[in-house]
């Protein structure tokens, strides 16, 4: 029992620790992106601010808005939340939520926000927020299946079809089949860009509407719903960061407070190198991103093929 009651509580603090430092990844990113270009950049807690700031204001709705619109925002950072809570905070700590299959509900937890999302975006009846969801559901049409692939791969590589089951394996085993690791970290990299509107899939700073994606289609929040969609996606991109460096930190020193150190360390470690690959990459052209995104699911299909070669 009290073995039971202890991975309890380490379930609930990776839980709160992902809750309560994921504002602080975007912070990272823009402070990287600042370094690189010389000046001195915004505060690394910004993204706080700016939630605090917008939680105090009005919001605003137009009167051809319907229902879609003002519960859009709810349902993205409730299912931001729920992902994060099949998501193990270290591989020696289970999640809050884990049975097996779960890494089809991380999946699609996401396809519902991005659902609702896109819904929200077309009830405006903005022209310019009716072709951010277009390409929004052209991409992910392209990356799921890559992610989902990937996600399979690592499954059959460590004989686990549930996230944690994959993270304690993987610390079990880090070096089980390099190859089929390397490819589905390069994919698992490609999708997180991709999901979370980064260079060189999406510009978040961008304000012009028409080569905007995911930004024009959240033009029309204000106040508390749009800080639910700041920290929504917030949430989105610890829940990437931590599958992507449970994959190349496959790290357990037996300490639950070093694996946790490690591993948060891991997940700032990729959002630098979001904001390096910002800063010496320009974003592609829309025609090119789903080759980009095809080619992710080509390396993740690869990585599928050598682990059943394998067993």
């Known amino acids: ?125 903005s022209s310019f927020e009716g072709m951010g969801a277009s390409r929004e559901v052209l991409y992910a049409a392209l990356a799921e299946p890559a992610f989902l692939i990937a996600l399979s791969a690592l499954a059959c590589l460590n004989n686990r079809i549930s996230i944690t089951g994959i993270f304690i394996a993987s610390t079990e085993n880090p070096f089980a089949n390099i190859a089929v690791i390397l490819l589905t970290a390069v994919t698992l990299a490609i999708v997180l860009l991709t999901e979370n509107c980064r260079i060189p899939a999406d510009d978040p700073n961008t304000h012009l509407e028409l080569t905007m994606i995911h930004e024009v289609m959240v033009l029309d929040y204000s106040g508390p719903d749009f800080a639910y969609i700041l920290y929504g996606s917030s949430l989105k991109l610890w829940a990437f960061a931590s599958l992507l460096a449970a994959v190349i930190l496959p790290v357990r020193t037996g300490s639950f407070m070093l694996d946790s150190i490690v591993f948060i360390f891991g997940i700032f470690a990729i959002a630098a190198a979001v904001g390096v690959i910002e800063s010496i990459m320009a974003r592609f052209r829309l025609d090119k991103i789903p080759k980009m995104l095809i080619a992710a699911a080509a390396l993740s299909v690869t990585a599928l093929i050598l682990t059943l070669m394998r067993g």
């Open 1 to 125: 029992m009290t073995d039971f009651s202890t991975l309890l509580l380490r379930a609930h603090a990776g839980f709160l620790a992902a809750l309560v430092l994921a504002p602080l990844v975007p912070g990272i990113i823009n402070r990287t992106k600042a370094v690189f270009a010389g000046r001195q950049g915004p505060p690394l807690l910004q993204l706080y601010y700016d939630l605090f700031k917008l939680l105090r204001k009005g919001t605003v709705y137009s009167g051809t808005t319907s229902w879609v619109f003002r519960i859009a925002p709810i349902v993205s950072l409730t299912a931001a939340i729920g992902a994060l809570m099949i998501i193990p905070c270290a591989g020696a700590s289970p999640a809050i939520i884990s049975f097996q299959g779960d890494i089809i509900l991380f999946a699609y937890l996401f396809g519902i926000s991005r659902f609702f999302t896109v819904a929200a975006a077309l009830d405006t009846g």
